[in-house]
């Protein structure tokens, strides 16, 4: 058994799901590796003493730059505010680690350009934090695409909504509200949200050639939480975009922070030929299908079979699922990240994943769409990608 030793940067939420990720893998995956926490990183030493205790690491550190080039660390994970993302995995890369890094990859393209460049150049393995395609019933989706069960398609429809940030009384900035500070986050509900369904849409339906977009900021301006000014909004607090992909279909894209009553509603649906699919985070252990006709054959289900199907995902046949407990026990959230751990060091150890983990590259893709997303809103008109 190699032993792999991990620099944790960031100890907020995604710092939380990615360790947790690393105390478990071992326990649902076989794989040849021993993991060790070594390090985290975190700004305030209080949070950084209960995050080691918590969670099992050796020791903390306030100095990230330290933590990348400790020779005796193998994998950097990257679970800070996108701001930090491009100088963090750019040094990973030169000091030649293994790199997991959370989505979005970088505040723009051209900062993601110089991240591929980078992880390119040292031949490092990466891995980018779309978690949602790790969801068993998203991966039986991909499946199910796969299996040409869908037919030609013709529809895509994707939904990221949120609501907390209705009230004029959130502040900007500080721990958490960073997401709302163009200058931490880059975009809004785009690089946020739209990033993850933008992703699965190409991993879904193939790439967006051309994309039209409207973004709305509600409320101008908010307060500081540190400094207590009151400060204008630039980010998207809500993005809705239609989207022309490569294989002819035609795709509609919403999202919003002040989707009153929703909390994570994150969907996606695919309407073809022979069938369609849909599915939706807040009922995350089932799949919708609609079976239309027979992809071999062609022929049509009997007119009074037809309908929709809510397949619960939790049999030992379902992606993911032969790791974990018996038929009819569904899985959690915490368990996309144990599952897009698995693929990743299944692939460092030259084994076949589940599915392929999206890389730096892949993710710089992502980027490029969210970009375009933005400049169609900003000058009003379709974007070629
Ligand atoms: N894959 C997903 O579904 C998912 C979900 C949530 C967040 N994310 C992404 O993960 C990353 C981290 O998000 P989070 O929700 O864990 O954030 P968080 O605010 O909960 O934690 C951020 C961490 O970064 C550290 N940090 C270092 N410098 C900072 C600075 N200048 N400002 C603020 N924090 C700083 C903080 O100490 C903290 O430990 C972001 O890129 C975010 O987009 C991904």
């Given at each position: 058994m190699k032993t792999l030793k991990v620099g944790m940067l960031g100890t907020g939420f995604m710092g939380r799901t990615h360790s947790n990720a690393f105390n478990q893998v071992g326990h649902f995956f076989e794989l040849p590796y021993k993991l060790v926490l070594k390090t985290c990183y975190g700004r305030n030493q209080t949070t950084l003493a209960n995050f080691q205790k918590t969670w099992g690491y050796e020791e903390t550190s306030t100095d990230w730059h330290k933590v990348v080039s400790d020779?005796?660390?193998?994998i950097i994970d990257v679970a800070t505010p996108?701001?930090?993302h491009r100088e963090m995995v750019v040094e990973a890369a030169q000091a030649g680690k293994m790199i997991i890094c959370e989505k979005?990859?970088?505040?723009n393209y051209a900062e993601a350009e110089e991240m591929v460049e980078a992880v390119e150049k040292a031949g490092v393995q990466t891995a980018v934090s779309?978690?949602?395609?790790?969801n068993p019933s998203v991966a039986l989706f991909k499946q199910i695409v796969d299996e040409n069960?869908?037919?030609?398609?013709?529809h895509y429809r994707a939904t990221y909504n949120q609501d907390?940030?209705?009230?004029?009384?959130?502040?900007?900035?500080g721990a958490s509200l960073w997401r709302l500070d163009a200058k931490v986050a880059?975009?809004?509900?785009?690089?946020?949200l739209l990033a993850h369904s933008i992703d699965c849409a190409e991993w879904l339906?193939?790439?967006?050639?051309r994309v039209c977009a409207h973004t709305e900021i509600f409320i101008k301006e908010r307060q500081n939480a540190e400094t207590g000014d009151m400060t204008p909004i630039t980010i998207d607090d809500a993005c809705m975009f239609m989207a022309i992909f490569r294989n002819g279909s035609v795709g509609t894209f919403e999202s919003s922070?002040?989707?009153?009553?929703?909390?994570?509603?994150n969907t996606m649906e695919m309407n073809g030929e022979n069938g369609a699919c849909f599915f939706n985070l807040e009922e995350p252990e089932y799949l919708q299908f609609f079976r239309y006709?027979?992809?071999?054959?062609?022929k049509k289900v009997e007119d009074h079979l037809t309908g929709w199907q809510r397949i619960l995902?939790?049999?030992?046949?379902?992606?993911?699922?032969?790791?974990?407990?018996?038929?009819g026990t569904v899985i959690g959230y915490e368990h996309y990240f144990i599952n897009q751990l698995a693929d990743f060091l299944l692939e460092a150890a030259g084994q076949r994943p589940v599915y392929p983990t999206p890389t730096v590259k892949d993710a710089a893709r992502v980027q490029k769409v969210c970009d375009a997303v933005i400049q169609s809103a900003r000058e009003e008109r379709w974007i070629q990608i």
């Open positions: 020779p005796e660390i193998d996108n701001f930090l979005p990859l970088a505040m779309f978690c949602y395609r790790r069960r869908i037919g030609r398609p013709f907390y940030t209705i009230s004029k009384k959130v502040p900007v900035g880059g975009s809004g509900v785009t690089g946020d339906n193939g790439p967006i050639e922070r002040y989707a009153r009553g929703r909390k994570n509603f006709a027979d992809p071999e054959t062609g995902v939790t049999n030992s046949e379902h992606p993911y699922m032969s790791h974990y407990w018996v038929p």
